[in-house]
């Protein structure tokens, strides 16, 4: 039988040590050297080849190399099939780094300082003590939890929001669409960290923005498609909004000519909050082919009708 890797080279070569030394029956192959495509087990991509139930019809498993997969056409799956995001622990320490340092960069208006650095403009801001602001963080799952346990020790006021009730300690937690208005209000640096679903596919618009408290910042560490990107420019320039710190967009890269780019009040990164360590995913990769092998229940298995 055998594993097809469809993924960065570097990883690829990382896996392979892994899984050969654990499973030396099966056979790593990277994409497009596929084989004998009847003897396709396994698939582990990013995005997965077109066709892939007509490619490989003996197809059991496919990992995703991350933990979204909105990348992914789920109705195109076969039946049968499962698929497993990933949830290595480099993933969550990644984008606790990452949260806590957009969090930090909005509250101590790091933005606004470096515009007005890039203006010789030597002009201090008002301060804001971390328990006077709010923290809001939506989606409680591996991600957004770990982060919110990062921004802990700091003595910001933390507010959680998911599909389905939560008890964090520290943490208010609201839950569902009728919770959503609640959540918002109290909110002055808001987090995205949702998976993009047909639920929350534009969420961070100007409704969102208009419930939050004036001056408030957005950071999105989620997927580019959860912003409506013109309601933001729209916001930060009626002042509504003071920042916004983006690691996704909607097209990536982003176009040169975007206004992203240059916006005094934006501060941008190219898709980098947190990445799967290559031993981290080898592990979680191996840990579940044993499962699998031994007919246990499997860890991060997409539940198809959520769509995460
Ligand atoms: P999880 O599946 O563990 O958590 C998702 C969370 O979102 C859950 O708490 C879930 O609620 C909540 N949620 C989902 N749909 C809704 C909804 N309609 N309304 C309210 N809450 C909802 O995912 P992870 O934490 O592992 O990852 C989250 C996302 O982060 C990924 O899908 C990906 O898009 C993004 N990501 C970005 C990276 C980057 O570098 N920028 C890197 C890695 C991930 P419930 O708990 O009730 O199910
Ligand atoms: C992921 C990502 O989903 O890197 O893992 O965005």
Redesign the pocket.
């Known amino acids: 039988m055998t594993f097809l890797f469809k993924s960065e080279a570097r990883r690829g070569e990382v896996w392979r040590t892994r899984l050969q030394r654990e499973f030396p029956n099966l056979e790593f192959r990277v994409w497009p050297d596929v084989g004998d495509p009847l003897k396709v087990k396994y698939v582990a991509c990013w995005t997965p080849p077109a066709d892939l139930g007509k490619k490989f019809p003996n197809l059991e498993l496919v990992f995703s190399v991350?933990?979204?997969v909105?990348q992914i056409d789920l109705s195109a799956l076969p039946s049968g099939v499962k698929l497993l995001r990933m949830?290595e622990a480099g993933?969550a320490a990644g984008?606790s780094e990452y949260g806590t340092l957009a969090v930090l960069a909005a509250h101590r208006n790091l933005p606004a300082y470096l515009d007005l650095q890039r203006t010789r403009a030597w002009k201090q801001l008002p301060a804001v003590t971390a328990k006077d602001r709010s923290v809001g963080v939506?989606?409680?799952?591996?991600?957004?939890a770990g982060l919110l346990e990062s921004l802990r020790p700091f003595g910001f006021r933390l507010h959680g929001?998911?599909?389905?009730s939560?008890v964090i300690e520290g943490v208010s937690t609201f839950?569902?669409p009728d919770e959503l208005a609640p959540f918002l209000s109290r909110i002055d640096i808001l987090v995205c960290?949702?998976?993009?679903?047909d639920?929350?596919r534009g969420i961070l618009n100007s409704k969102t923005f208009d419930a939050l408290s004036n001056g408030a910042c957005v950071i999105n560490?989620?997927?580019g498609a959860h912003l409506v990107e013109k309601d933001l420019l729209d916001a930060l320039a009626s002042n509504k909004l003071r920042c916004a710190i983006l690691?996704?967009a909607n097209t990536e890269p982003l176009p040169a000519d975007h206004p992203f780019w240059t916006h005094p009040k934006v501060i941008l990164t190219p898709?980098?909050?947190?990445?799967t360590d290559a031993e981290g995913g080898a592990e979680f990769v191996v840990a579940n082919l044993r499962r699998h092998f031994a007919n246990e229940a499997l860890t991060g298995v997409v539940d198809m009708s959520r769509g995460?």
């Open positions: 991350g933990a979204g909105d949830t993933l984008m939506m989606g409680l799952g591996v991600l957004g929001w998911s599909r389905s939560k839950a569902g960290l949702l998976p993009l679903t639920e929350t560490v989620g997927r690691d996704v898709h980098v909050a947190s990445v995460y």
